[in-house]
């Protein structure tokens, strides 16, 4: 098994995959492996925060998958805080074989399906796509929070 991540992504460290409950485990980059690769097999390639991959890089793992027999399994989000879909993202969903979404709660107990961006406990709008942090930047909302920028209980009205 192989472990990759874009190389981006270094909030736990350079080629360090870490869990929020503090689980890790050593990694490769994933634009590394891809432009380097040699042709060895692997039983399954686990790839975190894909949708900060570029769509050619998607296209690649797809190779991985259909030229080379190799499971490729991938973790990351969908869309931004704008609720507009990664590049990366968009081509895994269009390519993947099954795709399982991972439930996430807003705090109002319903089906969050969105990431919204925290700056000083508010949710912000605008800024780049591309904004690496973890639960002190961003919340998961529901639709109806999203749209009324209502992060938690203390500042909502009535639901």
């Not at 099954?98 to 109002?108: A, F, L, S, V």
Request: net charge negative; charged share 25%; hydrophobic share 35%.
């Amino acid at each position: 098994m192989l472990l990759l991540k874009p190389k981006c992504e270094n909030r736990d460290g350079e080629k360090i995959i870490q869990s929020r409950i503090g689980l890790e485990e050593p990694c490769e980059f994933a634009e590394n492996f891809l432009v380097g690769y040699n042709g060895e097999h692997y039983d399954c390639i686990i790839v975190d925060e894909v949708q900060f991959l570029s769509p050619e890089m998607i296209d690649k793992l797809s190779d991985l998958v259909d030229f080379h027999g190799i499971t490729v399994i991938c973790y990351g989000l969908r869309t931004d805080f704008q609720s507009h879909l990664f590049p990366g993202a968009q081509r895994l969903m269009e390519l993947a074989d099954d795709i399982e979404q991972i439930k996430t709660i807003c705090w109002c107990g319903k089906r969050a399906h969105f990431n919204a961006r925290l700056l000083n406990g508010e949710m912000v709008t605008e800024g780049e796509q591309v904004q690496l942090g973890g639960n002190e930047s961003y919340i998961s909302l529901c639709r109806k929070h999203y749209k009324e920028r209502i992060v938690s209980n203390s500042t909502a009205k009535t639901c």
